[in-house]
Every structure is written in C-alpha cells, then in structure tokens.
C-alpha cells in the first residue's frame, strides 16, 4: 500500500464525511486523460500493462491510482473484433488472476476473434489495494475472536460485532482518500477509459456473479458505449443496492437478493443427489436422499457440540455449512482445479470420520486463518445499503434459517459486516436500470444457483431496458465455471455477430453432478 494513503485519522473522518452526502453529477470520463497501455509480456500467451484512472471522476485531473490490466490477444488476428472486458465477480476478484484460470472456458470462437481483457478493480488486488492493517498478522488476531463462517449463542455473535466494527474503524483509519471511491460505479467509469485505451468505440463485456452488477452499472451510466454484454449470473439490481421500499432498514443485500434461500435449495438438491448417487460417487451418501439429509443434519450437531481437528484446523458446525455453500458453487472440476460436488461429499465425509478433537475440553480452539475480508467489505459496502448495527442481526439469522434451513444463519451474519461500514461511496450507482442501450444485453443463469438465485437474473432481465434471459436448467453458480456446449454457442454467436438465442431458450449443462 502507497504510504499517501497512510494518513492521520482526523484527515480520515473529513474524508469519511464526504461520503455520505447525496450523490451528485460526477465528471464524465472523456474528460479523463485516456491512460496509455504499455503491453508487455506477463505470463504464457498473456500481456499486461498499468492504467492510470483518475481517483476521483469528479477530479478527472487530479491524484490517481494505478490499475493492474491483463490481456490474451485474439488468436485470429486477421477476423479479430475487438477486445471483450471480463469481470469474475467477488466482489474483489483479482482480474489478473482469474482470467489465466478461466480463459478456456470462453467459447473457441471468443477467444479466436477477441482480446480479452481483464483487470484488477480499483482497491482490489493490485490496483491500489484496500489493506486495513499494516501487519495481516494484526488483522488475523483481530478475526480469531469470531467464529469461522458464522456465529451461534450470543457470546459468538457479540464477539462477531465487535470484530467487524473494529475492523471497519481500522480501515477508515488508513485508507482514508482511497475508501470514499471504491463503489461499482468508479470501477464502471474506469473501465469505459479502458475501453477508450484500447481503441474499441463501444464495450463488449462478459461479467459473471458480481460482475454482473458491474455490467448493469456501466451500461445504465454508458447506454450509448454498449456493444454486447453477457451478464451470467446476476442479482436482482434493485434488491443489490437499495432494496424495494423499506428493506434496506430491516435487511441486508445477501437477504433481500434471496442468496440464503438459494444457496438452502441447492444444498438440499446436493444432498438428494449425493444419497441416490450412493457412496462410491458420493463419498457422504448414506444410500438414499433421506437419509443422507438426515447424516448432514447429524454432523452439524455433531459438530456444534464437538468440534474435530482436520489437517491442523478446527472445523466447527459453521464453517462446515461455510465450506459446503462455496464448495456448491462447481459441480465438476473446472479449469484443472479440484472442485465439484464430487469433491464436496469426499470433504464432507472426512469431516464425518474425523477423531481428532481438541486437546483438552474446554480449551480454546485451535485459530483458523481467515482470508481477509478488506477488499470484499470496501466494495459491498460501499454499494449496498444495509440495516445499521443496532438492528437485531440475530433474529434476522433465525429468521433466514427458518426459511433457508442451515445456510440462512451464514448469510445474515456476512450481510451483518456493512453494519459499521464508515464509507458509502457518494458516486455509487442506485438506478434506475432501464436506460436503452446501444446494443441488447443477453442475461444467462443456471436455474440451481447456489449464490446469484435464478430469479435475481429474471429481475435483472426484466430491469434492464434491452435484455434476453438464457436459462440453463442446471446446477452451480455461473455458467462459465459449469458449462453448457448450448449456452456456449448462443452466447458466442451473440457477441461475434449480435444475434440472441429466441426468447424462452432453455439449455442442458455439458456434463451433469456427479457424472464422472
């Protein structure tokens, strides 16, 4: 982290406060000075270079910030487009990261006639980061007095909201001029001066997960600038930022956008699916569907009143249910990595067996490293509004578990870490979402979604003003990272010549759970 942003903390709260003023007209990025990409060679096949965007669009000439840029040029340079902008989601997924990892599941014809260009979002990997602690050390001793995935009782969750209302003071304290700028809204402006940096007169872009939101944003500030646009997996825009009426006041984003309640649907269609695959596919199957819910449910108590030691770490009853709802998200291995829910129930079943427990009863547990959750925070918060920290976070648990079952409770406490959030961005974008666009917008989903629920990208259809819904009846969150052959020649023959699949078009995954 650049030692400008490590300012004292009074310049911290006049810079804080600015925040939280109505937003207002910012700077249109033509005003901006169009940053210069100086390619070079980075990685097999790929080029990187850095783009200089100014910090505050309403100062397009003023301080900057240094965004990290990566690309993989057309491999048909003779019929070659344009570039394609890819986001991954997160929020705070490093583009530079991910798109090495995800490039083969772009369509061959994508990849044959686009550069496809990523890069890390403002305040997030290595675009001037958001880092709230000098010493991660620091930050990881602050995360070890809450509970991994979620709280349970009231000592855990008081200790939880102590934590994340320290850690939103820390990072005020020192990313003062930075935090007031993270929103999406920014990071959409940035990317219409990459657009301009890379000589392409309007955006073509495919954005996954939260990067769908990104994709709504930009092409509600740039309706004019919009090519084509894959939007895979998106929520509900209105529920994302604002809520509808009052919700805002009494729920978080990840509630009001029906996460809990998608991730409990696709938890409960695993567990159906891992019992009648039965245990040679199915490590965790106990021969039927019920009866494999049933173990599910038993290892959970199990585990809240006693706890195993697995590899060195503790695993508790929440961060079982946390490493089961990540784990949802691919049902087969994708892009070489070793996911799926394959993988899951062999996970699952090593937790069933696991002996080892604490030393002794009624010793403190064994620390479990947290991923720091800085630059998720900055970005979520900045964007979404969400009840404040006097609001009776417990009974929103209770009440997302009465409807989600066990996977509610983990998504009221991780909408819970805005509570004290100090900064919403005063240019972040609200709606509305039915600007008309240059070009139409083709909006795909899996109707199993375990994080973006199917009817989130029926609302992000229907809120944008020129959009197609493509349904894929399937399971896993993206349909990028659980492909389907026909979703993939849809989407490759709406962005290589414009064309949209007919309305109502419903695809098949490649390759279904537990299929290999």
């Given at each position: 982290?650049?030692?400008?942003?490590?300012?004292?903390?009074?310049?911290?709260?006049?810079?804080?406060?600015t925040?939280?003023?109505?937003?207002?007209?910012v700077?249109?990025?033509?005003?901006?000075?169009?940053?210069r990409?100086?390619?070079?060679?980075?990685?097999?096949?790929?080029?990187?270079?850095?783009?200089?965007?100014?910090?505050?669009?309403h100062?397009p000439?003023?301080?900057?910030?240094?965004?990290?840029?990566i690309?993989?040029?057309?491999?048909?340079?003779?019929?070659?487009?344009?570039?394609?902008?890819?986001?991954?989601?997160?929020?705070?997924?490093?583009?530079?990261?991910?798109?090495?990892?995800?490039?083969?599941?772009?369509?061959?014809?994508?990849?044959?006639?686009?550069?496809?260009?990523?890069f890390?979002?403002?305040?997030?990997?290595?675009?001037?980061?958001?880092?709230?602690?000098?010493?991660?050390?620091?930050?990881?001793?602050?995360?070890?007095?809450?509970?991994?995935?979620?709280?349970?009782?009231?000592?855990?969750?008081?200790?939880?909201?102590?934590?994340?209302?320290?850690?939103?003071?820390?990072?005020?304290?020192?990313?003062?001029?930075?935090?007031?700028?993270?929103?999406?809204?920014?990071?959409?402006?940035?990317?219409?001066?990459?657009?301009?940096?890379?000589?392409?007169?309007?955006?073509?872009?495919?954005?996954?997960?939260?990067?769908?939101?990104?994709?709504?944003?930009?092409?509600?500030?740039?309706?004019?600038?919009?090519?084509?646009?894959?939007?895979?997996?998106?929520?509900?825009?209105?529920?994302?930022?604002?809520?509808?009426?009052?919700?805002?006041?009494?729920?978080?984003?990840?509630?009001?956008?029906?996460?809990?309640?998608?991730?409990?649907?696709?938890?409960?269609?695993?567990?159906?699916?891992?019992?009648?695959?039965?245990?040679?596919?199915?490590?965790?199957?106990?021969?039927?569907?019920?009866?494999?819910?049933?173990?599910?449910?038993?290892?959970?108590?199990?585990?809240?009143?006693?706890?195993?030691?697995?590899?060195?770490?503790?695993?508790?009853?929440?961060?079982?249910?946390?490493?089961?709802?990540?784990?949802?998200?691919?049902?087969?291995?994708?892009?070489?990595?070793?996911?799926?829910?394959?993988?899951?129930?062999?996970?699952?079943?090593?937790?069933?067996?696991?002996?080892?427990?604490?030393?002794?009863?009624?010793?403190?547990?064994?620390?479990?490293?947290?991923?720091?959750?800085?630059?998720?925070?900055?970005?979520?918060?900045?964007?979404?509004?969400?009840?404040?920290?006097?609001?009776?976070?417990?009974?929103?648990?209770?009440?997302?578990?009465?409807?989600?079952?066990?996977?509610?409770?983990?998504?009221?406490?991780?909408?819970?870490?805005?509570?004290?959030?100090?900064?919403?961005?005063?240019?972040?974008?609200?709606?509305?979402?039915?600007?008309?666009?240059?070009?139409?917008?083709?909006?795909?989903?899996n109707?199993?979604?375990?994080?973006?629920?199917?009817?989130?990208?029926?609302?992000?259809?229907?809120s944008?003003?020129?959009?197609?819904?493509?349904?894929?009846?399937?399971?896993?969150?993206?349909?990028?990272?659980n492909?389907?052959?026909?979703?993939?020649?849809?989407?490759?023959?709406?962005?290589?010549?414009?064309?949209?699949?007919?309305?109502?078009t419903?695809?098949?995954?490649?390759?279904?759970?537990?299929?290999?």
């Amino acid at each position: 982290m650049a030692a400008s942003w490590r300012l004292g903390a009074g310049v911290a709260a006049a810079a804080l406060l600015t925040a939280v003023c109505p937003a207002t007209a910012v700077a249109a990025p033509d005003a901006a000075p169009v940053p210069r990409l100086a390619w070079a060679a980075c990685a097999d096949g790929f080029e990187c270079a850095t783009a200089r965007v100014p910090l505050d669009h309403h100062d397009p000439r003023g301080a900057g910030i240094d965004l990290s840029v990566i690309r993989h040029p057309a491999q048909d340079r003779a019929h070659r487009i344009g570039s394609l902008f890819y986001n991954p989601g997160g929020p705070a997924v490093p583009g530079t990261e991910a798109l090495p990892t995800m490039l083969g599941q772009f369509p061959e014809e994508v990849r044959k006639r686009f550069d496809i260009v990523s890069f890390d979002p403002r305040g997030t990997g290595a675009s001037a980061p958001v880092q709230c602690f000098d010493n991660p050390a620091d930050e990881q001793a602050l995360l070890a007095g809450t509970a991994a995935g979620y709280p349970e009782g009231a000592d855990q969750q008081n200790a939880w909201a102590d934590a994340y209302q320290r850690l939103a003071r820390q990072c005020a304290a020192r990313n003062p001029a930075l935090l007031p700028h993270i929103s999406t809204a920014n990071v959409a402006r940035d990317m219409d001066l990459l657009r301009r940096a890379v000589g392409d007169r309007q955006l073509t872009y495919l954005g996954t997960s939260y990067g769908t939101y990104l994709g709504a944003t930009y092409a509600n500030l740039f309706p004019g600038r919009v090519r084509a646009m894959v939007l895979d997996s998106a929520p509900d825009p209105v529920a994302w930022s604002t809520g509808h009426g009052d919700q805002a006041a009494t729920t978080g984003s990840l509630l009001r956008n029906g996460s809990d309640v998608a991730a409990g649907r696709v938890l409960d269609a695993f567990l159906d699916q891992c019992g009648q695959a039965g245990s040679q596919a199915c490590a965790f199957s106990a021969g039927t569907a019920a009866a494999t819910r049933a173990r599910y449910g038993e290892l959970l108590q199990r585990l809240r009143t006693r706890p195993v030691v697995l590899g060195g770490a503790t695993v508790t009853a929440g961060s079982a249910v946390e490493t089961t709802i990540i784990s949802l998200y691919a049902t087969n291995p994708v892009a070489k990595l070793p996911v799926g829910w394959a993988q899951l129930g062999a996970t699952l079943q090593m937790f069933w067996t696991a002996t080892e427990t604490p030393s002794r009863p009624g010793t403190p547990l064994p620390p479990v490293p947290r991923r720091s959750p800085d630059q998720v925070l900055a970005v979520v918060c900045s964007d979404s509004a969400v009840p404040p920290a006097r609001a009776d976070y417990p009974a929103l648990a209770a009440s997302a578990g009465a409807r989600s079952g066990e996977a509610g409770p983990y998504f009221a406490w991780a909408d819970e870490r805005c509570a004290d959030w100090p900064a919403r961005d005063r240019d972040r974008y609200d709606g509305p979402w039915n600007h008309p666009t240059a070009g139409p917008i083709l909006v795909v989903a899996n109707t199993g979604d375990p994080a973006m629920p199917y009817e989130g990208s029926r609302a992000m259809a229907r809120s944008l003003a020129r959009a197609e819904l493509l349904t894929v009846d399937g399971y896993g969150h993206t349909v990028l990272a659980n492909p389907s052959d026909c979703a993939a020649r849809h989407e490759a023959r709406y962005l290589v010549d414009g064309v949209l699949p007919a309305p109502g078009t419903v695809c098949a995954p490649a390759r279904p759970p537990f299929s290999g």
